[in-house]
């Protein structure tokens, strides 16, 4: 039989990282998909990163679960617009 018994002088601490992006583009009919000016795409209602996608030759990205091209996402990519807040 094994016992094992946790010490509390080996306890694992916890770091936390955090990283900011600045987002530039969006697309025009996918507003909550944006890109950074190094390229990587975040769909900001999931918060999440999408990853580029190779298909068939052809390097892009899956929006919205189909496969869209980065000849085609360029021509959609429109600069964010910055709202003015009047505080």
């Known amino acids: ?28 009919n996918f507003q909550e998909y944006q890109f950074t000016k190094e390229g990587k795409c975040f769909n900001l209602k999931s918060g999440n990163e999408i990853k580029k996608v190779m298909k068939s030759r052809c390097i892009g990205y899956n929006i919205r679960g189909k496969f869209i091209a980065l000849n085609t996402l360029r021509n959609q990519l429109v600069k964010i617009k910055i709202n003015e807040t009047p505080f």
């Open 1 to 28: 039989m094994l016992t094992i018994e946790h010490s509390p002088l080996y306890r694992a601490k916890m770091n936390s990282i955090s990283i900011t992006y600045v987002l530039y583009w969006e697309l025009k």
